[in-house]
């Protein structure tokens, strides 16, 4: 299959309303990989020729849906990933669109409600921020979501609504998703945003408290020797609440110092 994808970046393929034409495979899965190898094609590539690379992987995606739109699971696929490469690019636009495409798809699946996140993050990016929080909302309540994708849209949320000033309901958002079982990595996330969220209002007890919350709540599973335990330490260890916390307490004390200078020496 790689042979087709070095044939697509060699030849001058022709360029149709800046798509460019792929040659028809004998069915959706070949069709698909034939899309993946023109996307890893991409590697090494600058400047115009990784645009041009870009460009034909996009339309080696598009064909797989053009060629066989029965194939429902290949086509989602497809539609996604040419969506990646499109936001990847700069084209976000046209990113935004795909992944309404694929989120609108029936039976979709774990795609059409990632591409629903995706498509909140593009227009969290372009701080319409409502319509972010409708979608991550929306995709947070729906009970066809599946589960991690729930939780991440429940996670966004808090976040939407902690930039549009109600922190008080993201907290209990982060709250709820830190106490549940489920993914230990988002529960982490939950756990960091919240703290940083009652740092940045300068409760550092109770920021510290919700550290010591996390650490105690993922030590066992942060203590097994498997891949996922690496994931978790790592994911502690990056935890942003932690400077925060080193930068609080030295604001404190580059408070309280002068002011306890003051009160002993009023005149």
Do not use: K
Not at 20 to 39: N, T
Not at 53 to 78: H, L, M, Q
Not at 148 to 177: K, N, T, Y
């Amino acid at each position: 299959m790689r042979v087709w994808a070095t044939l697509a970046l060699a030849w001058p393929c022709v360029a149709v309303q800046d798509a460019f034409v792929i040659p028809r495979l004998v069915h959706a899965r070949a069709q698909l990989e034939l899309a993946r190898e023109c996307r890893v094609a991409m590697g090494g590539l600058e400047g115009g020729a990784r645009a041009r690379a870009r460009a034909i992987a996009v339309s080696a995606y598009r064909a797989v849906g053009e060629y066989f739109p029965a194939s429902s699971a290949a086509a989602t696929e497809a539609d996604f990933r040419a969506a990646e490469l499109l936001r990847a690019g700069g084209d976000f636009a046209a990113a935004a669109a795909g992944f309404r495409r694929v989120a609108g798809r029936s039976g979709g699946g774990v795609l059409a409600a990632r591409a629903r996140l995706e498509a909140g993050h593009l227009l969290r990016r372009d701080e319409r921020l409502l319509e972010a929080l409708a979608v991550c909302g929306s995709l947070a309540l729906d009970p066809r979501t599946p589960r991690r994708e729930r939780r991440l849209g429940s996670l966004w949320s808090a976040r939407l609504l902690a930039q549009l000033g109600h922190a008080a309901a993201a907290r209990a958002i982060w709250s709820g998703l830190a106490r549940r079982g489920g993914d230990p990595l988002l529960s982490i996330r939950a756990f960091d945003d919240w703290g940083v969220s009652l740092a940045d209002e300068g409760d550092l007890e109770a920021a510290a408290g919700v550290l010591h919350r996390c650490r105690e709540r993922l030590a066992g599973r942060a203590a097994e020797r498997t891949e996922l335990g690496r994931r978790i330490r790592r994911a502690l260890e990056r935890m942003r609440l932690v400077p925060r916390l080193v930068r609080g307490v030295r604001e404190r004390r580059a408070w309280a110092v002068p002011y306890l200078v003051q009160r002993a020496h009023p005149g």
